[in-house]
């Protein structure tokens, strides 16, 4: 069975920073690209960000491009996602997701039916 588990979420300030963190089990991790999803309240969820297999090719949604970053550990078995110059409408829970492939072409990565696990969400809150 496989589990992902974000922690790292909170409530920040405009402009503030914090880095999010995504624990997997039950597959062997480091076969998988991983991605990150978020829900603002009242909105549908979005993609975010996406990383290959090892690495070696990210992808972003152009509402957070320099402003956040993808990485992995595969030896952690860990996934991240560093959030800097947080504005309030990156508010949203956040979702980590596994992909049943080790990399996605540019226009599959924001494709939710790509993914096959999620995480249960964790809130990010950006004050004004």
């Known amino acids: 069975q496989v589990q992902l588990v974000e922690s790292g979420g909170g409530l920040v300030q405009a402009g503030g920073s914090l880095r999010l963190s995504c624990a997997a089990s039950?597959?062997?991790?480091?076969?998988?690209?991983m991605g990150w999803f978020r829900q603002p309240p009242g909105k549908e969820r979005e993609f975010v960000a996406g990383?290959?297999?090892?690495?070696?090719?990210?992808y972003y949604a152009d509402s957070v491009k320099g402003r956040f970053t993808i990485s992995r550990d595969n030896a952690k078995i860990m996934v991240y996602l560093q959030m800097n110059s947080l504005k309030p409408e990156d508010t949203a829970v956040y979702y980590c997701?596994?992909?049943?492939?080790?990399?996605?072409?540019?226009?599959?990565?924001?494709?939710?039916?790509?993914?096959?696990?999620w995480g249960q969400g964790t809130q990010v809150t950006v004050s004004s």
């Open positions: 990383i290959s297999y090892n690495g070696g090719s990210t």
């Open positions: 997701a596994s992909v049943n492939a080790p990399l996605l072409g540019d226009n599959m990565w924001p494709r939710a039916y790509r993914y096959d696990y």
């Open positions: 039950g597959r062997t991790f480091s076969n998988y690209a």
